[in-house]
């Protein structure tokens, strides 16, 4: 089989075309010898753990490249690993691309549904010698494996069984005749040309000797079958990308077009895990981050669009270039992460962002019904939490009273001087009617005070927030109140003068 080189753009290979005809509408696009094809991309999680952040950005990846040429999304589970598939990952899988929003058009197709093709397929590469059963007992392969090491080869399978005639019903394994001679491409639409010499590839087991096929051979039958048009997968793929491309063409397929990314790193240059803080997708949503915080996040890590930070989804889908991914490794950073999570927690509709809310208040033990409108409160905080748990947490004075006075704020503004001005404040907001009890006339009765007793607005303002929120910080003074509400405001300010009063008896 002799190189595969294709065009280096982006465009569409032709599925089951007639060679010549192909080349023809290659070289010149206006051509109609060739319907265009729709694009078909790919997402292939095995399950034998979550979707974290490095396959998040794979099928994010695949799915925006997907939706920016009008194309389709299969999602495909690789569960050929019965020990270490699970039905948990699987799930774990789907519910992170859901909450993501990562809609496919097809799937999820299961590779354990399909080892009978897998194994005919197999059986006519077997047929037309294009693979090779092999007996070769472990200890052969480990004495020529050693012998390699010793010579400082690489380790690979001599090609011994290549010209027996193993019998098909004594114990043996099934190798794909790799060609000898001459290179295979792997013309990568990030990564450009990548030649592979023939005679560094080995002969790799297609099925194993207890009958189940290998990755190699069950993705590329998948990727034919499916009609994949255009892999995208990490780059820890590439080095089976010329076996796969070699096996294609041995069953007569036109390969797809590939992207490997490059993979993704945690602050200390090493491969991103669980010990630098990147959780599965559906952590993030439990520790408050936005789904469209964590894409927009995750399409950073290696594509950018000049010095633009902020995408929406639908940018993403009209901008997104897969040939502008870069070649090099990019960095996990969760302070980044956490500014567009703010960002997004700020500047999106906050009735969205209170429905996000209310599970994380519940969460803390509080039920919405009991206060403010969320919306209200999301509209008043919102500036100030980086994750919506953040958001709740802050957000508890507006529905039940705190625990403990934050005791900085207490020792600092709780203290003799206050009781006044709280005692005034109290009585003038015990007068307002619950129809007053909004921002302007809140204002008018603390600026009273404030005026009346001689004193700058924060000498008043900062006792009556710490009386009502437990700490030195809060949204306006007005709006503060407002939330807590006036029956809890009284109750507050009550259990203030008591703690300056005991702060005093006990000095
Ligand atoms: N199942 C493989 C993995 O999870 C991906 C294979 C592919 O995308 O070709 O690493
Ligand atoms: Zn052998």
Redesign the pocket.
């Known amino acids: 089989m002799l190189a595969r080189v294709l065009a280096l753009d982006v465009s569409l290979p032709a599925r089951q075309a007639d060679p010549a005809a192909l080349l023809e509408c290659r070289r010149n696009r206006l051509s109609s010898l060739v319907p265009p094809m729709t694009v078909r991309t790919?997402?292939?999680?095995?399950p034998?753990g979550f979707l974290h952040v490095g396959?998040a950005r794979?099928a994010l990846f695949s799915y925006l490249f997907a939706r920016r040429h009008g194309g389709e999304l299969i999602l495909r589970i690789?569960d050929t690993d019965l020990e270490r598939s699970t039905a948990e990952s699987v799930n774990a899988i789907l519910e992170g691309m859901s909450w993501l929003g990562l809609d496919y058009d097809e799937g999820p197709f299961y590779q354990t549904d399909r080892f009978e093709r897998y194994n005919a397929v197999i059986d006519q590469l077997l047929e037309k010698q294009l693979a090779y059963r092999c007996d070769c007992p472990k200890e052969r392969l480990e004495r020529i494996r050693d012998m390699q090491m010793a010579a400082k080869l690489k380790p690979r399978y001599d090609g011994h069984c290549r010209a027996r005639h193993v019998k098909p019903d004594q114990p043996h394994v099934v190798r794909f005749r790799n060609p000898v001679e001459g290179a295979v491409v792997v013309d990568d639409m990030i990564r450009g040309r990548i030649p592979f010499a023939n005679d560094e590839l080995d002969d790799l087991i297609l099925r194993r000797s207890d009958g189940s096929p290998t990755?190699n051979l069950t993705?590329v039958v998948d990727?034919a079958d499916m009609d994949i048009t255009h892999?995208?997968?990490?780059d820890?793929?590439v080095n089976?990308t010329p076996r796969?491309l070699n096996i294609l063409a041995a069953m007569g397929k036109e390969p797809p077009r590939y992207a490997h990314v490059p993979m993704i790193l945690g602050a200390d240059g090493a491969r991103l895990s669980k010990r630098h803080g990147a959780l599965s997708v559906v952590a993030y949503r439990d520790q408050g981050y936005l789904p469209e915080a964590l894409i927009n996040y995750l399409v950073r890590l290696g594509w950018s669009h000049g010095d633009q930070e902020v995408f929406s989804l639908d940018e993403l889908i009209e901008l997104f270039d897969i040939t502008a991914v870069n070649r090099a490794a990019s960095t996990f950073n969760t302070t980044k992460l956490d500014w567009l999570n703010q960002h997004y927690i700020q500047h999106g509709d906050p009735k969205r962002i209170a429905r996000l809310l209310s599970p994380h208040l519940g969460h803390i033990g509080i039920d919405p019904a009991t206060g403010p409108d969320p919306v209200t409160v999301v509209e008043a905080q919102a500036a100030r939490a980086k994750t919506l748990v953040e958001l709740a947490a802050t957000s508890a004075f507006c529905y039940v009273d705190f625990d403990d006075y934050d005791p900085v704020a207490a020792k600092k503004h709780l203290r003799s001087v206050a009781r006044e001005p709280l005692e005034r404040l109290r009585a003038e907001l015990d007068m307002l009617a619950l129809d007053d009890w909004h921002d302007e006339e809140l204002h008018r009765v603390v600026e009273r005070v404030a005026e009346e007793l001689a004193l700058t607005m924060g000498k008043v303002a900062q006792p009556l927030r710490v009386a009502v929120v437990g700490r030195a910080a809060s949204p306006g003074i007005d709006v503060t109140l407002r939330l807590v509400g006036k029956e809890a405001t009284l109750r507050r300010i009550d259990r203030a003068l008591a703690y300056i009063a005991e702060r005093e008896a006990a000095a």
């Open positions: 790919r997402f292939a999680p095995s034998t396959g794979t690789e990755y993705v990727d892999v995208i997968r990490g820890d793929h089976n796969q």
